[in-house]
């Protein structure tokens, strides 16, 4: 029985040791580089590109981003997508620029990172009239332009030091009436992580 309490605490207190090195604070960025030779660039002062693609519900698209991260568990992002398809059978295509920030909320070992993700989105529709005349809208003040907020969530599975694989699903929510009001997008994609 004591050989089993025993046991437990020396977990625990191993568990927590493991757990305060992994979130030390390193004042410089360069220092904390020198420790992570054998883990993966997930941490101050990392940058990363992304190329992904994916579906909505009746369109394709395909998306770039770079992230900045602001710490072991933040970073933000900054891209955009490319929506495309064929909607009532004539052709559809949307402009995106996106903005958000991103919290991790669990971690596997360092191999598996999920985040949530929070952010603003500014979309250019390009609505044929043979479309408008067919789409249950008022496109009479149409321009093209919406804005509006989008949450969801992505996972990050490490394949190397700087190579990992996405995926990442949000819902989409713009502000002025009419087309398209609410958007969800699914998909996948590829990173890779540097320092400058």
């Not at 693609?53 to 891209?79: E, H, N, R």
């Not at 997508?81 to 559809?92: A, C, L, P, R, T």
Request: aromatic share 18%.
């Amino acid at each position: 029985m004591n050989r089993i309490f025993l046991m437990i605490i020396f977990s625990i207190a191993l568990i927590g040791k493991v757990e305060a090195q992994d979130d030390k604070y390193y004042p410089d960025v360069e220092d904390y580089f020198k420790t992570q030779d054998k883990e993966h660039w997930h941490g101050y002062g990392t940058k990363g590109l992304e190329i992904g693609g994916g579906i909505a519900d009746q369109t394709q698209f395909v998306s770039f981003y770079g992230s900045s991260y602001l710490g072991m568990k933040t970073y933000l992002k900054v891209g955009g997508m490319y929506e495309f398809g064929n909607i009532k059978d004539v052709d559809y295509s949307a402009i995106y620029l996106d903005a958000s920030f991103n919290i991790q909320v669990f971690r596997l070992w360092r191999v598996l990172y999920v985040n949530l993700t929070a952010g603003a989105s500014g979309v250019y529709d390009e609505i044929k009239p043979d479309l408008q005349e067919q789409l249950d809208h008022d496109f009479s003040s149409f321009n093209g332009w919406n804005y509006g907020v989008f949450g969801g969530g992505e996972a990050d599975v490490f394949l190397g030091k700087r190579i990992a694989a996405l995926a990442f699903a949000n819902q989409r929510f713009y502000f002025k009436d009419g087309f398209g009001t609410e958007r969800f997008f699914v998909g996948v994609g590829l990173k890779y992580t540097f320092k400058e």
